[in-house]
């Protein structure tokens, strides 16, 4: 009989969004356990582990939890990375490798008031087994992550004529539906000129074009589909995955080329899934320009026109392709390495426990996590879930 | 140039892969790395093809000049000597040898600097091992 693996636990930690209380391991721990209480596995059962860090994370995180995984995942590719780590769960439960892997994470960011947005190191530590160079002709200038971006930003905006209110569209969107969740950060409605008429970061992006930082924590449980008879609640099916890389290519790139274009079509295609099969997008919402070039990397419209694309409400709970229900990194939440919460509120959807914030009928979900400089090195990361009622 | 009493910028790492690259605006040159076995050119500077992945590799001197691809100003940052220097510009620079360069635009207000403005070199120097261009607009 052939192996599957699907999502049997997916949890948010409901720490506040400052929560100086709190340390990393703490908020892995609690979200382990409150991910443990939705499936009604044990921590004996736990026999995989993944996450992304420093180097001995996963290894920590076993101590911190006594468990002594037969599988480990630390695939560190940015706030993508636990994307990767779902789809190489399923995969390795699929070989036999493991029967219920815990994919965890925990930040302090905001409290630890880093930030790694608009801010470049004074100090360069040296790493004698770093192979990452970029820093070097970054630094000098003050290139901070934002105006990485930014420059993506301003080319999509000269090449094809997309407005700052078009990218507005996208924060507008985030933050209508961070308004329906209780736990979010910024609730408070915003209009278009608001975001126009916020103070610039790095132009053309300005503050509400920019995700918040917070604390946060959460964990999901990829299980050998075997042991749902076994344990409460449903699954979520994944469906598909795919991975890919942007870079510089060392002086060749094209800013408006991004890896959701290589990782796009591989996830649907073995997903077998049409665009118009989408019932909700979660997309790491660094930027409101990460939106849009993954929209049009993706697929869902063509290179250039995500800006008419996003206009008209599309990305709204009713509309053609609501976008990141619970509001997003650009207003909910964002403790760094996002990636984790987008397939988090995806099996919220499916499953239909959004309340207020419901998609109506939702039983394909596409999440897209963007690791590092979009206008610069970075990874693509894309994941087909759907229900399974 | 002159930077005034602006505080000095961070000094990038210098490897064994960059000290040419990094010395070479002491005298005035930007180099790329150009591949003696498959011709192609590349930026920042490495000690193996990214086409070929030949060791044959020599630095060039580029002319210096080009075009403003994408361009950023930067009105938020906390290091004291970058901070100092808001709001800057930031440009993606496409060399007429086809490399891009992400750098510094000076020379002229930051709101001015525009795509396709065309732009040259000049350079900064940080200490006795390192120059760092940067972009002004093109005369």
Redesign the interface.
Known sequence: MTRDAAIVAAYEHPAPRKAPDYTPLRFIGESARGALDQCGLRPSDIDGIATTGETMAPVSIAEYLDIHPRWIDSTGIGGSSFLSHIMHARDAIRQGHARAVLIVYGSTARSSAAAFGSQVRDQVVVDPMAVDDAEAYLHPYGVVLASQYALVASRHMHQYGTTRAQLAEIAVACRTHAGLNPNALYRDPITIDEVLEAPPIATPLHRLDCCVITDGGGAVIVADTDLLSDVKGHGVAILGGAEAVGHTEMGQRDLVDTAAAGSGPRAFGEAGIRHDDVDLLMVYDSFTITVMTVLEGLGFCKPGEGGPYVEGGRLLLDGDLPLNPDGGALSNTHPGRRGLFLAIEATRQLRGEGGPRQVADATVAVCHGVGGYLGHRHSGVTLVLGGMA | MSTGTLPP???????P??AAYWAGGLEGNLL??RCDDCDR????P?AVC?GCWSSNVTAVPAKGTGTV??????????????KA?L??A?G?VS?DE???????VVGCPPDDVT??MRVQVDFEP?SDEVA?P?FVPAP
Do not use: D, K, Q
């Not at chain 2, 691809?69 to 970058?82: T, W």
């Not at chain 2, 086809?98 to 510094?104: E, L, M, Q």
């Open positions: 910028r961070p000094l990038p790492r210098v490897t892969e960059s790329i790395g050119l590349h930026h920042p490495h990214p691809e994408a361009v950023s100003v930067v009105h938020r940052n906390g290091v004291p000597a970058l220097r709001p800057y930031i993606y060399l086809g490399p891009r360069v992400t750098a510094s795509i396709g940080l760092i940067v």
